[in-house]
């Protein structure tokens, strides 16, 4: 449980990427990650593997990228290949997130979160979030809806962060 721990939301999206910290439910902390965005590792990966968009969409979210743990989830050749092709902007990102991590832990460590929600398109890479996690030390899960009766499009749902976000400010004001 992460009740009064700050946690932190990183939307990663396609041109561009923001973090921000959240306390009791209250914005607290915010920075935007700089050249990072997930439209640049998908360039990248188009480049490298002479892809379509579509294409590339479709590789990202049912392949994605190797597991963190081997061990427990070997990856396969085709998931080593998009690493490869992805390395620098993927490489960038966890640059700047333990940039800011690191500036949080020296200056502002009441706000070092407990849990970082994953959203945007960069979400929908496959085992984005368990990589970033691994590189971060901190917990990163993709943002869900919360249960409802049916699960729905699960790589559709890390999309929809802002939107129900906007929604509940509507119910609460």
Do not use: M
């Not at 041109?15 to 990072?36: D, H, M, T, Y």
């Not at 990966?45 to 190797?66: A, F, H, M, N, W």
């Not at 979160?113 to 990589?131: D, K, N, Q, S, Y």
Request: glycine residues 8%; charged residues 20%.
């Amino acid at each position: 449980s992460t009740e009064g721990q700050p946690v932190a939301v990183l939307d990663w999206g396609h041109r561009a990427v923001q973090f921000a910290v959240i306390v009791n439910g209250q914005p607290a902390f915010s920075r935007i990650l700089k050249e990072c965005s997930a439209g640049l590792l998908a360039a990248a990966v188009i480049k490298s593997l002479d892809l379509t968009s579509e294409e590339c969409q479709q590789l990202l979210g049912g392949c994605g990228l190797p597991h963190p743990q081997p061990e427990l989830h070997p990856s396969t050749e085709l998931q080593e290949l998009v690493a490869d092709s992805a390395r620098e902007p993927f490489n960038k990102l966890v640059a700047e997130l333990d940039k800011t991590l690191s500036y949080l832990r020296t200056q502002r460590e009441e706000l070092v979160p407990a849990r970082i929600w994953l959203a945007g398109g960069g979400a929908t890479v496959r085992h984005a979030a368990e990589r970033l996690g691994f590189e971060t030390g901190i917990n990163v899960t993709p943002w869900r809806l919360p249960r409802s009766g049916t699960a729905g499009d699960l790589q559709v749902q890390e999309l929809l962060a802002q939107a129900a976000a906007l929604s509940a400010l509507a119910w609460t004001t």
